[in-house]
């Protein structure tokens, strides 16, 4: 039996919607930021003071986690289902000090089963439960044009849909709670093999003597093309920029999840398993802290290919 629970009161005033964002990296951050932007009443949390106080230079009220307001919304940003998991249930734990009838969204890219279990804690709380996980980087979480995966009641979702639309450009509902958090491994797992593909198509051609950007216009004119040709090639690799805000290790971490995911499904898909030994063959290339559109850089050398900063000093 759930106790009755400490607090509640009306959910979403027209005129005064509450929103805490807990996890203020740089995803949720700029989340945070571009919802204050929007006029809504906006305030961040973080376990780290550095994170609280850069923030609040920008303009956002900022509180430490023991010190968290009553809010409609409580916006998730957070590495792992791990960190999640201890927000929701121990510090500063929302089962207990968020109001009933107040909304859990967690933005993070988490593990489905977790997410799935944390949702009936969450609504056998009285609270309710949306998993929205995102992709376009911290760059689109601070122009506000994200794509969200949502996972969650229709109702529920439709209540929060003003916040959603603030934060983002493209929202797709694909089931029920975890059922976002499912299509995010799943389309992360999708990029993670289409970055090695890409990049060993434009290897083959190159070292055939075409011009790696020339490959990518054709490759883009066909059935090859694909969000990592079009996009991630000349916006992060071609560039020599690689600064996407997305790094290898956390793509490593998700590409896990999805292989752990299938496992428990009782799935045989040997390119899954496949495209996470490559991704985990070479700690150093590469590195966990290294933009995760690195993992081109090794395969493009074999063919001469080098769009790291370097060369880019080189050939200017």
């Known amino acids: 039996m759930v106790p009755p629970h400490p607090r509640s ?18 995803m949720g951050g700029n989340m945070a930021l571009t919802l204050n932007r929007a006029g809504l009443d906006v305030t961040g949390s973080d376990a780290f003071e550095a994170a609280r106080l850069r923030l609040a230079d920008q303009g956002l009220t900022t509180v430490a986690p023991d010190a968290l307001p009553e809010s409609d919304i409580y916006l998730l940003s957070l590495p792992t289902s791990a960190q999640v998991r201890e927000v929701i249930e121990e510090t500063p734990g929302l089962l207990n000090i968020a109001p009933r009838g107040s909304v859990i969204i ?21 609270l309710e439960w949306v998993d929205a996980p995102v992709s376009g980087g911290p760059k689109g979480a601070a122009s506000g044009k994200l794509g969200m995966l949502l996972g969650g009641d229709s109702a529920t979702i439709a209540r929060v849909m003003p916040v ?29 093999a289409n970055l090695v593909a890409t990049a060993e198509a434009v290897a083959l051609a190159a070292q055939g003597g075409v011009d790696p950007a020339a490959c990518l216009a054709g490759l883009n004119s066909g059935s090859g093309r694909s969000a990592v040709s079009e996009v991630n090639f000349p916006e992060w690799v071609l560039s020599g920029r690689f600064d996407s805000g997305f790094t290898s290790g956390l793509m490593r971490k998700d590409l896990r999840l999805a292989r752990d995911a299938a496992d428990g499904l009782a799935l045989d898909l040997p ?46």
């Open 164 to 192: 959603l639309e603030a934060m983002s450009a493209k929202r797709t509902q694909v089931g029920g709670p975890g059922s976002g958090h499912v299509v995010k491994l799943a389309n992360n797992y999708l990029c993670a």
């Open 106 to 126: 967690d933005t993070s890219t988490s593990d489905p089963v977790v997410s799935r279990e944390l949702a009936a804690r969450v609504i056998d709380a009285g």
């Open 9 to 26: 009161f009306p959910l979403f005033q027209e005129s005064h919607m509450k929103i805490t964002v807990i996890g203020l990296g740089q």
């Open 271 to 316: 390119l899954l398993a496949q495209v996470v030994a490559r991704w985990h063959a070479d700690d150093e290339h590469p590195r966990d802290s290294d933009d995760f559109n690195h993992i081109t850089s090794p395969i493009l050398a074999q063919a001469g290919v080098d769009f790291g900063p370097d060369a880019q000093e080189t050939s200017a």
